[in-house]
């Protein structure tokens, strides 16, 4: 019955599975076989329910419990879940599996400070830690959550100090919190880790432009214009020569600069902003509500997830034209 079973299983025919599963002898490893497909369909509470009996007749291992733990943790049962981990440190205080595991959970349930000291233990036994701090830490940057976002990679940084992904999450969030200082150090560090990294130079060139140290920013830009960029890059540095040009008050300069990249790819959001923001400024409203118009365009065509920080500066267009016409 256990090997037809399996054959079932990769047969993908799961229903049939369990029905020759349940009329095996309810042995530990057939609960966790049974357990395991739950699992892998969805089932998590009988999932739950499988290996907690499989650890109840006598498969009494840590690794059951964090697969409990795991489960309850993904359908938000945390309390259920640190229990389980507090009791597996409780026999084992040293348990990477267990501290890890608990550090997300008290992620998912948003107590940041205990997480964070949580991951900062089990990151002396399991190195990829601070990888896994930045990736919660984008996904913190992703929510707008930017002062906590800051704490993963900062955490990240402090484990690893020659971690550059941590570096950079840092730089984007002080830019984001407006820290420009703090922005500007990261990117000191990592030009002393990497002279030549084209990231850092880009970073340090945005923050000069948003601190109006304008002549500083244009030195950057000449030194990066004699390196081969790739695609991205360039296109971040032609975004950020716009932005000089913008904050000079050299509008139609800045129009007429950015307008070949747009002709060649519509779908370049930054430029075409910029673009739309230089017609704000000289009052061709009409033109700049159409530039706008065509960045909402992208988002919403190509961006599922639309973001609308930009939304005033809209309605700020829209309304001068609407007023334009009225009067």
Known sequence: MEQLADQLINQNQYEEAFNFYQQCEQTSSILIKQAQLANKIGLFKQAINFYKLAYEIGEKKNELLIKIGKLQTQIGNYTQAIQIYNLILSIDENNPIAMGELGYTLYCMEDHMQALTQFTKCSQFISIIPKFLNKLGEELYNEYKYNTAKLYYLTAYQIDKGFKNSIFGLIDTCLKLEEYDQSLQYCQILLEMDPNCIEANLRKMKVKILTNKIGEAE???????????????????????????????????????????????????????????????????????????????????????????NIDQYQQIKGCRINKIKY
Do not use: S, W
């Open 219 to 309: 030195e950057i830009a000449k030194q990066l214009d004699e390196i081969q960029l790739n695609y991205q890059a360039q296109y971040q540095l032609i975004d950020l020569k716009g932005l000089i040009l913008l904050k000079k008050q050299q509008y139609l300069d800045c129009i007429n600069y950015l307008k070949d990249f747009i002709d060649e790819n519509k779908y370049m959001i930054k430029l075409i902003f910029t673009t739309a923001k230089c017609y704000y400024k000289l009052k061709r409203f009409e033109e700049a509500l159409n530039h706008l118009e065509m960045v909402f365009d992208v988002y919403q065509n190509y961006y599922p997830a639309l973001q609308l920080q």
